[in-house]
């Protein structure tokens, strides 16, 4: 497989991508936290109802998303609860085809491409600037292996060591690594990822050990 192929990857149901998003240069896509909310928001409203969420990590210029596809019934599920009106063509085409003519890898694409433009349209009106926003087309991994799955969850959380923001990945705001770790209500697979790495013990030392593994050079030395 080439390797822009390898980023591009089919969606299928029930597996697992590890999800790219980024900016168009120079842009950012956050210039506050405030930018950093609202995107998560949008991303629960357009994503989460196709998807598991395990693990995230956002930066300045892009954004790290590990997801397990939902299943079609539970896709089709949550649809039929919708209001036809609000449907977008695509979806509806999902819900009268009985062969599945969208596949569901159209639908999950054409999803995330809404969520691209819903954000760009409010980042534009409130920075008062024109044209896209995210780099196309978003990059798309599918995680084939159990040793994967496991160093793409560490790999999102230490993402921000890798671009020397801090060492301390494990405090970071803007990743899914504390909020695994806390009680508090999530949208993240919490359980179904602390399970994966055997209980929150093996969840820390796991990430110690790897992310050091991954992002080995002193560049705070």
Request: glycine share 2%; charged share 25%; proline share 1%.
């Amino acid at each position: 497989m080439s390797a822009s192929l390898a980023f591009a990857a089919s969606f299928e149901a029930e597996a697992f991508y590890h999800v790219i998003c980024k900016s168009v240069a120079p842009e950012y896509l956050f210039r506050s936290d405030d930018n950093k909310n609202f995107f998560l928001q949008r991303y629960k409203d357009y994503i989460l109802p196709y998807t598991k969420l395990l693990s995230y990590c956002m930066l300045n210029n892009h954004t790290h998303f590990l997801v397990q596809i939902k299943s079609c019934n539970a896709i089709t599920e949550n649809l039929e609860t919708q209001l036809f009106s609000v449907l977008t063509k695509t979806q509806r085409e999902w819900l009268a085809s009985s062969e599945k003519e969208i596949t569901i890898s159209t639908l999950i694409q054409r999803q995330y491409n809404s969520f691209f433009t819903s954000y760009t349209q409010a980042y534009n009106k409130l920075f008062d600037r024109k044209g896209n926003l995210f780099s196309s087309p978003f990059r798309r991994i599918r995680i084939e292996t159990e040793e994967q799955l496991t160093q793409a969850i560490i790999y999102i959380h230490a993402n921000v060591y890798k671009h020397q923001l801090t060492k301390d990945f494990q405090n970071y705001k803007w990743s899914s690594y504390k909020a695994i770790l806390s009680d508090k209500q999530t949208s993240i697979e919490r359980e179904m990822v602390l399970q994966w790495f055997g209980g929150k013990k093996r969840f820390e030392d796991c990430h110690n050990l790897q992310a050091d593994y991954y992002y080995a050079e002193d560049f705070f030395e």
